[in-house]
């Protein structure tokens, strides 16, 4: 990682977080472009993938953690027009089926699931049952692919979590594959058992990372301030921001189940409707599909539209997990970027799919008015 020639802090971004000195324009060598490789190889191996198990091909790698065959590819790639001309960006998706199922179970299903997976989303489409998460991934966010390996791996464990469960339903077509050489696994991968249960699996302890966190917090505060967010809402806990179109909150759940199984972390919220507006079942399979579809977008989380519609409006609901933020527990002010980074990722996916509606929804009476409407 770069080190700032003005104070020696530890950064990831142009600008130093500690003492604001600029470090290197956007286009200088310290952010080559992104690329499948530099994706595939830190998933490959952040999750030990043995290459028994695995099957590369051009933009894809398949693998195998158990019964569940497991996909990480590129969809889409391009170049920012916008805030960062010159810089490429990749869509990387990391889906697995689960199962064939009717409509009605496959959004019960994802409905009854989404309540305890942070890091991605269930989702019913023409038949199948999957489990999908997606991250845009550009130079100047690459420490945020550690957010995408630890999702990557939740989603591998909760979706042979749910095929395990679902095995018995008649209802359920489990998708069982094998290795087209090797065949069937027929023992799963040791890493599965780290989310598998209801604490985390791996004992794994972090010392410094609450210090970190609290440093770390007093940056992104600022950061959020400086970029144009006002503060609202702050306890000792959680920290609301309000941006041009949406509001963002971070905070700690420590003790929930949340916690517990992810390991000490923090959620991150941001609000899709309004107060009092519940979405039901299809119409959240529905975003999700969209979402995951976007290139701009990350979706390492989902959306909730249940029990706490009525009080706080549909939000996405994501996770930074241990694993992820406990990397830079000795760099609180990296840490802090990659925190703000992890927002501002969720919070670009919910602006970007306002905006599309908006998009639509003018589009629509455009077209109603007799009017010539504009092209996507």
Known sequence: MPVCTG?????????????DTEM??????HFPPVTWAEVRDHITAQLLIDDEWRVDDEASLTWWPWFLHQTIYVDAEGEWEDDEPG?????????TNVGRVEKDLG?????????DFPLGAFVWDDGVLFVISTLSLNPLCRELLPWFHEAVLAQATFAHLAALQLRENPGVEILATGHPQTGAREEPDELLSIFA?????????????????????????????????????????????????????????DGSELALRFGLGLVVW???????????????????????????????????????GPEHG??????????????????PDALAISILNAALHCSTTITQFLIDVDRIAADATAADDGGSAPQP
């Open 7 to 19: 104070c020696g802090a530890t950064v990831v971004i142009a600008r130093c977080p500690v003492c």
């Open 24 to 29: 290197y324009p956007a286009d200088d060598a």
């Open 87 to 95: 810089q490429n960006f990749l869509h990387v998706v990391a889906r």
């Open 107 to 115: 959004l019960e299903i994802c409905a009854a699931w989404n309540a």
């Open 197 to 253: 249960g209801e604490t985390r699996g791996d004992g794994v302890e972090m010392p410094g990372l609450e210090d970190a966190l609290a440093t770390a917090r007093r940056i992104y505060q600022q950061r959020f301030e400086e970029m144009g967010w006002e503060p609202g809402f702050r306890n000792e806990d959680v920290d609301f921001f309000t941006g041009s179109r949406v509001e963002c909150a971070i905070g700690r759940v």
């Open 270 to 308: 941001v609000r899709l409707t309004r107060p009092g507006v519940v979405l039901d079942d299809d119409t959240v399979n529905s975003m999700h599909i969209a979402l995951a579809a976007m290139p701009r977008c990350t979706l390492i989380g989902r959306l909730q539209g249940d029990e706490s």
């Open 314 to 331: 549909t939000q996405l609901h994501s996770y930074l997990p241990m694993g992820f933020l406990g990397r830079l527990r000795t760099a």
